[in-house]
């Protein structure tokens, strides 16, 4: 059975956490026009930066910027998951009730 994989933004970031999961609706499921620059950082560094398997930094987006870390010690599921979650956020996918907060640290 596969972890479901859910997130809240925290400080201006997009943070996933492996428990409550859903899956951005199918209009995000596109690639991002802009440029994403993803880091692929082991589990660690995404667990210490964004207390999961992966976070979408949000500040440059209306540049067409979008900068995501990305756990790659991870099963190969929960990397496409989180690879099409943190994609999604760069096109605006947000979670309900979710709202930016501070900058990145």
Known sequence: MFARVCCAITFG????SAAF???PPAQYD????????KRYVPLAETK????????????FLSRGVCYSFIAVNVP?????????AERAHCLGWRYPGDTPRRSFP
């Open 76 to 84: 190969a599921y929960v990397l496409a998951w989180t690879e099409r």
């Open 30 to 37: 596109r690639p991002y026009g802009g440029h994403q620059i």
């Open 13 to 16: 970031v997009i943070v996933l």
């Open 21 to 23: 999961g859903q899956v």
């Open 48 to 59: 210490r930066r964004c207390n999961s398997t992966g976070c979408t930094y949000m500040k």
